[in-house]
């Protein structure tokens, strides 16, 4: 007989390229793809179907981190309600947290028991994509090998690292000693756990039963590869523990448990009749809702829980379901595209880039002395109120008559920035911020009454323009600004309402600290142009830091004669963060108002930083 052949695999030499993220995003990529595709397949929803997906995902992503944090991480966790900086993760947490987030989500959006076996063959293949990644990294690499196959790794990996501070190869060696590729056999167990689906799938299976057969068959897989699979290369359960003389990994004990139970249910469930599956209609108040959720929970989770792979993956799925919701609130009716159904997609899409940008840590840059910022804004809004249209000489004014006004304005800004520092005796100097803003935009009139005369029942359009230069001071518990804006500014007169504004003043005041909490009330507030002022009073944070802060309150309408039986006062929310480091955006919106509609958006761009 001859000798056997070997079939030793020498990973490439390139332990500083990120195979894993590569290939952790390329598994993600075709996840969603799949799942898209397969949603497509049995007929839902997309804009339901992305909401659910979107949710099961950034879920998913979490998971993989909390089930891999140390007792010490947990409990600074719950104390404090910091995440931890730890980049380990295992795809048991992931599937755990992605199956309880579905379970949760499923009733809601209609869905029946089929749904988790959309999931299934997806997975599969996602996981062999990833197998690849974690092959060529080096992670979850097994124990040593004699026999004829394993694979070799080069120097500044996690294998050749642990061999050597295990004595077990020396300093400098060209490669790794031999070990068992136990991320191929997972790579081989999901494929066969694929074939196995696709095998059985025209089997008339209850809802869930292939989700709980897909399960029982990569946990008993599992349970096996980790026989092969060195500890070291262990995220979470790496510790040996014995029990009636079986000596197990504290993972391989939780295998142990769960593949059966899994397997189990699936032999129970698919005795039952199969029913067929229904698919759920769409329910766009609870697709925003969900989106607003997650928002909520990336806030919470802060600047470093999610790696910028992991952001994009969650930005694009949730901009995507943003987008589809607020092209059908804005195409679903005949009528005239109105401010309120721009306001809370676009609003959310805003508050998505706030709060699901990341930082790296290695972005941080000296406070600069100073700095130029350039932004440009687009709002739109409507307000109804009573206004004169003829008058003067012997007749005297017109009566009261009642109108809509419809505005657009884009605004130009661009401003100087002197950071805060210490005077000679040590006193504590302010933030001084001198811009100027140009508006430009349209007032459409439109008459709300029937004028058998035609005297003033035609539509009108006014061009807004207008210069607004101000200043803003802040010190670290108050700050003051004060503004002046002229031209042409839109109808919002007190008496006349058939003459334009042509002078406006402004102005602000903030008490507290912004990073923290603080309060702030507005005087004829200007910045996404003049179409309508609003004076506001309202609470805001900055959650802690600078990056991103949220301010929300009351606003009231200017003194000009309403309709009776409305109101001047809305809420108000606005949202600005900073996106990179030199780039922002800033969202506002009116709300709670039918007759007071209004909303704004601003990127800025800062230039010419003078580090100190």
């Known amino acids: 007989m001859g000798p056997v052949p070997s079939l030793l695999w020498a990973i490439p030499a390139d332990p500083h390229f990120d195979f894993y993220t590569l290939f952790y995003v390329l598994a993600f990529t075709l996840n969603l793809g799949l799942l898209v595709w397969e949603g497509h397949r049995r007929g839902y929803p997309l804009r339901t179907w992305l ?78 994509v990833q197998c690849v990644g974690c092959t060529l990294t080096g992670c979850c690499f097994g124990e040593l090998t004699h026999s004829s196959w394993g694979l070799t790794y080069p120097p500044d990996t ?36 694929g074939g196995v689906l696709l095998l059985t799938r025209n089997r008339a299976w209850p809802g869930g039963s292939r989700r709980l057969l897909h399960m029982g068959l990569l946990l008993a897989a599992r349970f096996l590869i980790e026989f092969w699979r060195n500890p070291a290369g262990e995220q979470v359960g790496a510790a040996e523990h014995m029990h009636g ?165 884009g605004s130009l800004d661009v401003s100087k920035t002197i950071m805060p520092s210490y005077d ?33 029942s035609r539509k009108k359009h006014t061009s807004l323009y207008s210069l607004n230069p101000y200043m803003q001071g802040d010190r670290r518990y108050f700050g003051v600004g004060l503004g002046l804006m002229f031209g042409n500014l839109g109808y919002h007169e007190r008496k006349y309402g058939d003459e334009i504004s042509l002078v406006e003043i402004q102005g602000s005041l903030r008490l507290g600290q912004r990073q923290s909490v603080y309060a702030q009330a507005d005087y004829n507030f200007l910045g996404y142009g003049p179409g309508n002022p609003q004076h506001r009073l309202g609470v805001g944070t900055g959650f802690g830091g600078t990056r991103w802060r949220l301010l929300a309150g009351g606003a009231r309408a200017k003194g000009y004669e309403l309709l009776p039986g409305t109101s001047r006062w809305s809420g108000f929310a606005e949202a600005r963060g900073q996106l990179a480091p030199h780039w922002g955006v800033n969202a506002f919106v009116l709300f709670g108002n039918e007759y007071q509609r209004q909303v704004g958006i601003q990127v800025s761009r800062r230039l010419g930083e003078k580090s100190r």
Not at 77 to 101: C, I, Q, Y
Not at 111 to 125: E, G, I, Q, R, Y
Not at 164 to 185: D, F, I, K, N, R
Not at 436 to 447: E, I, M, Y
Request: aromatic share 10%; glycine share 10%.
């Open 51 to 128: 909401v659910v997906l979107a949710c099961t995902t950034l879920m998913f992503i979490i998971g993989t981190k909390m089930l891999a944090f140390t007792g010490p991480e947990w409990r600074g966790l719950l104390l404090t309600g910091h995440w931890p900086d730890s980049e380990a993760r295992t795809v048991l947490g992931g599937a755990l947290a992605g199956t309880l987030t579905l379970l949760a989500l499923r009733r809601p959006f209609g869905f029946s028991w089929h749904v988790f076996d959309a999931f299934t063959l997806p997975m599969c293949a996602a996981l062999m």
């Open 158 to 193: 996690l294998p050749y690292l642990w061999q050597v501070s295990q004595g077990l190869l020396p300093a400098g060696a060209a490669h790794s000693l031999p070990v068992h590729p136990t991320q191929l056999y997972s790579l081989l167990a999901c494929a066969a756990v």
């Open 245 to 409: 003389g079986l000596l197990l990994k504290q993972v391989q004990w939780a295998l142990l448990l769960l593949a059966p139970l899994f397997l189990l249910g699936w032999a129970l469930l698919i005795r039952r009749a199969a029913q067929p599956e229904r698919v759920p209609g769409n329910y766009p108040v609870r697709n925003l809702l969900g989106v607003a959720g997650m928002l909520v929970l990336t806030a919470w989770l802060g600047q470093w829980a999610l790696t910028l792979p992991e952001v994009l993956v969650v930005k694009v799925m949730l901009l995507a379901v943003i987008l589809l919701e607020g092209g059908a609130w804005l195409l679903g009716t005949p009528q005239a595209v109105r401010p309120f159904r721009v306001s809370v997609p676009l609003g959310l899409a805003c508050t998505l880039f706030l709060l699901t940008s990341q930082i790296p840590a290695d972005s941080a840059q000296a406070t600069p002395k100073s700095y130029y910022t350039v932004a440009a804004a687009w709002s739109q809004g409507s307000f109804q109120r009573q206004q004169n249209t003829y008058g003067g000489g012997c007749g005297g004014n017109s009566a009261l008559l009642p109108y809509q006004h419809e505005y657009t304005t």
């Open 424 to 456: 000679a005796t040590g006193s504590h100097k302010a933030e001084k911020t001198f811009g100027l803003r140009l508006h430009l935009g349209s007032d459409q009139q439109v008459p709300l009454f029937d004028d058998s005369l035609q005297i003033s």
